[in-house]
């Protein structure tokens, strides 16, 4: 079977790089330290935290425990940051570096964490989920903040990350209530702080953090869908309001329906348009906004730990018009000349620069119609 | 002689993924120019991030490996190892505008760490081949696969007879890459060369994946029944579809040798399965990368090769070029009356430029790199533009980690070359802004590079951006010098607005432009720079 998925690595990776002042030191041959950092720079180029231990050949044969020494001994020395994250990949699994010998054995100023990330142990969620619980061990006992809540299951280079936390967190703060810590794109203060929050919502991964800090700090959990679309968004709210028992504002919570009203047209002559979507837990919140609130015909749903082959071949077999999934998705939208809607991780061939055109929320549920009407609009003779 | 090589290139692009379908699509056939520019835009939007990236690590071994194969239509790349390997090669820095589609992965686990892969690749082999019906199926090992020590080559004997399609194995692993000092050394040949090219270092960039794919199909594929040296054919090693002006460059590099009377068999990567197996039928190799595998073809079928260089631009540097190519294929009269008559033809087109360009006085604004001396030569010579002074900043080569000393030979090897040109060109070293401002004071126009533009007009400095010369000069033909001259002219006639473009209001490092003056960037380049120092090679 071929999985659309990064493996252990990348979803350590992605979890680590979430800590906005934190340093990854990936103690790894070149490659994988470069296929990374290039996922994660298409969507931000100015943000470069990450650091190699350069195994080369010598490494393989002898240990790479004096390179990952001598990178920490770098490392913090170098970096003004208060956390260094070690994310071991295939290479130090399989010769067996001592990782945590090697790290007690120097005298460092920052906080060490180091994780286990052989690719070939898991996939990208497991190796996301694995390390979030790593990184608790930073976290403090803090007093609860009454009406406050961590959202968790991002990653810094999903697409549209920043615009749809913006959303998320006005939502939330026009309900009454508090984000103490998005879990994983915050600063090192907000997640050692995050045991302060009264409720943990976990958005599609993250479940083992959470039921870690049930554990460790009593912050009980809630898993819901990602906040596609209106009604999405209106559940999304409730719950979270009705756990916190936090009065719904119904006036708060009403969406403008005039944007809509504007193309409203269009929208008839798209209604039961034959879509796909594929990808990760973003995949099914999305598709239901689609098939609920847009009216489309879902004709493939496919996760990324799904054989690709056989998605591609289902698509193939199917009157997909309008494909929903990432820029590697863009293969088979190009031959089927259809276009394609590029929503969840990774994307590559697109930017979200601009923070207030999120595809979550309210104003999500109109930038992602827009962004469809557009897609299907501009899809000319050149294309099709 | 006609040589349709474009059906090569066409044939299945569909399935396995054409290069720059956009802007094929919405302007083919619009000229050289036209051609490279949106190339340039449309996949050079990428490669900028991959340029820079390089200043941070570098990519692995297995990426240049899976490029290499994906040039070959009907080959796919199969990689033996876990699955985020296979992820993360799908985008691979040469092609990001098309990410690689069809890559099965053996999808290594633990089991198959402790147990070993060799049932997993068994079985996607034949897998793969009743997906995909591919001609060819390169079998790519990784860091795992290579650390097991999976007997890679053992399986592939076992399954070919199971699978109707060629099967090839590249050792591809990623700890295996090339060796710290590699660019270092390669400068330091290079500038020998500058001088004497008789000194063309046997060098190449080991280690990077495309040349052991190159080394397998000549060990592995290529069939010596093919090997009649008929009819004066030539291979021509690409950089591959995905390089900028590859159409227009092929249709020229075609039409003129094939009025030499030469034929092109193939151009390699970007190209057929068959055609690969069939390369030993050319006489000649023309190598434009490495020359490792043109050396083993000479060994495994006598095919001889020449290595287009630096030397070989310009006006004459082509001509030369052109009557070693003929000269090696025995046909010198009939090829250089040809070369004498193109030569003339264009030396004449040229003239009608030179006449614009003699009345003006010119600085280059440039980073010392591989072809440096020689374009300055070109402009001087070629196009007889009055060039005042040779603007270098080396501050490029210290952010690849150049050595010092390296960059100073560069320099040095610049300097004489320019005086035993007798160009009468004044080299100035890494000016200041202010310097610069005084010199382009002093001249009409400042010919630069992209790279740098922002900044240089932010201070008020005009420049005409020649950045495109880099894929003219070295094409194989007279007409890239043409279309460069033809394209200085209309930019010499352009007004230029006063420009404080939004990229030049950032903080950029002075030392490493254009990474920003932050302290997290910079950290994590003095990380790389200083771990790749220690630990590679």
Redesign the interface.
Known sequence: MAKMDGGKFFGTFRACSGIKDAVVLTHVPVGCNWGAAMFKTTSNQSDIRQACTVMHEREIVFGGEEALREALVRADKLYNTPLLAVVAGDAPAIIGDDIEAVIDSVVLNKEVVWMDAAGFKGTMREGYEEALVHLARLMEERNVIKNSLNLIGFCPDDFKVDADIKEIKRLLNSAGIQVNCVISNCSFDEFVNAPAAELNVVMGQGTELAEHMKKAFGVPYLEVGYPYGLEGTKEFINTICEHLHVGVNEKKLDFDLEPFKRIYLYLHELYGTPVSVIGDFHAEPIAHFLDCELGFDIEVLASNEDDYFTFEQNVRNSNTTILFGSSFERNIADELRIPLIRFVYPVFDHVCVYEDAPYAGFRGAVCLTETILNAVMSFGKETG | METDVKLDIDVKA??Y?KAL??PE??GRGKGVLHDIFRDRAFHGV?QG??W??HR????????GSVYAVTEILGAIPLVH???????????T?RR????I?DM??T????N??IYGGEDELRKKIVDSYS?YKPELIAVLP???SG??GDDIQGVIHEVEAKVPCDILYVPSE????RDRRALDVFLKDFTKAWKDPAKVPAYEIRGYGHEEVMLALVDQIMDDQYDENADNLVNIETFGRFSYGFESELKEMASLLGKMGVGINTTLLSCTVDAIKKAPAARLNIVRRGIRWAEQMKKEFDTDYLRRWFFYTGIDGTEKFLLYVASTLDLDGEAEEVVRIEKKRALQELDKYCKTFKNHVFALFTIGFFFTPYSVKTYALDFKIPLKYVCVDTRWMRAQNVSDETTESMIRGMGELIDDWDLGVELVVNPNLHELKEIAKKVDHVLGERSATPIYEKEGISMIDTSIGAYLFNRIGFNGMLEFASYLTQEMKKQRNHREPIISKFDYDETYYPI?A????L??????S???R????
């Not at chain 2, 990623?174 to 890459?177: D, L, R």
């Not at chain 2, 220690?534 to 090679?537: Q, T």
Request: hydrophobic share 35%; net charge neutral.
């Open positions: 569909e399935r993924g379908e956009t699509i919405a990428h991030t991959t820079q990236l941070y690590g570098i990519n692995c071994k297995l990426s190892g876990p699955i985020g390997c296979s992820f993360h090669q799908r985008l820095p990001i505008y098309t990410p589609q099965p992965c999808g290594l686990d633990e198959a760490v997906r990784t860091c795992v650390l097991t990623g700890f295996a890459h920003l932050d302290p997290m960037c950290a994590s380049r003095e990380m790389w200083t771990m790749w220690l630990r590679s090679g």
